[in-house]
């Protein structure tokens, strides 16, 4: 296994193959039918090793050369992956290689950008995990978790990365990250009250409720505004930070903004971050 963690192969015990193989609809979860897919990896297993894999088009939900990579029958993953064969891709033969290659989903992007010691803090709460649990995005908290972003992440993990402890350790710890807001739209909020106000408020247990409490009332507070929706640009497209512009389309469900909107979105929440905490 690779010494680096990726959020796909993160401790050489267990794997996330939630995206493969890559033309299932994203609601779909493996766990649902665990059973019947392991027996499926293990005879694409040992099909995989007992004959020379020939060009065959994936079908249905099922990849023919998705099997376990590790010979505990533990750890799913691509046999055609250029990892497992000396450098050569070899995924051009399910007729998928290009869509295969750039599979990846928004939180495997997130999870990269972390240190190498800020990735082993969180995934140790996923210790006891088998690859199904590790995959599915309903049973593991880590998905949710990683949705903050990278800068509360960072702030939590250098918080408390000298022991392990569990994701309801977590959780207990640092209750605003239970909060019903999506936080996604949450993320530059809390990011700017850290740096406003240092990390130890996030630990502060009346936290959740003000975060909770603002947000509702940005969120009102902004609709209210005559913002140009129409002749704007996609959010994902202005110059501003990421964190930002996701507030602006998951907290104010927003697609399409103005320039000039999107800057006095960002002064207006500003001034009420720094008023309100």
């Not at 029958?73 to 691509?78: D, L, N």
């Not at 140009?228 to 996609?234: A, I, L, Q, R, V």
Request: charged share 30%; with cysteine.
């Amino acid at each position: 296994m690779k010494t680096r963690s990726t959020l796909c192969y993160p401790d050489g015990e267990k794997s996330c193959f939630a995206c493969c193989p890559p033309i299932r609809p994203p609601e779909y979860e493996h766990i649902r039918f665990k059973n019947f897919i392991h027996r499926e990896l293990v005879r694409n297993t040992i099909e995989f090793k007992n004959s020379c894999p020939s060009k065959r088009p994936i079908t249905g939900y099922s990849c023919w050369a998705m099997g376990y990579i590790d010979d505990r029958f533990r750890v799913p993953g691509c046999l055609l992956h250029p990892y497992l064969n000396q450098g050569k891709d070899l995924r051009y033969l399910v007729d998928y290689q290009d869509k295969c290659r750039r599979e990846s989903c928004r939180e495997y992007h997130i999870f990269a950008l972390l240190r190498e010691d800020e990735k082993k803090f969180y995934i140790r709460m996923t210790d006891g995990m088998d690859s199904f649990t590790y995959s599915s995005r309903r049973l593991n908290p880590l998905f949710r978790l990683l949705n903050w972003g990278e800068t509360v992440l960072r702030a939590i993990a250098r918080n408390g990365n000298s022991s392990p402890i569990s994701f309801e350790e977590l959780f207990e710890l640092y209750p605003f990250l239970t909060t019903s807001h999506n936080p996604r739209a949450c993320s530059y909020i809390v990011s700017e009250v850290i740096s406003n106000r240092g990390v130890s408020i996030m630990m502060i247990r009346g936290f959740k409720e003000e975060l909770d409490y603002f947000m509702s009332q940005i969120i009102e507070d902004l609709r209210g505004y005559e913002l140009n929706k129409s002749n704007g640009e996609y959010y994902y497209k202005l110059p501003f930070q990421k964190d930002l512009l996701e507030f602006i389309r998951f907290g104010l469900g927003i697609k399409k903004l103005s320039k000039e909107d999107a800057h006095r979105v960002k002064t207006l929440l500003q001034r009420k971050i720094n008023s309100y905490f």
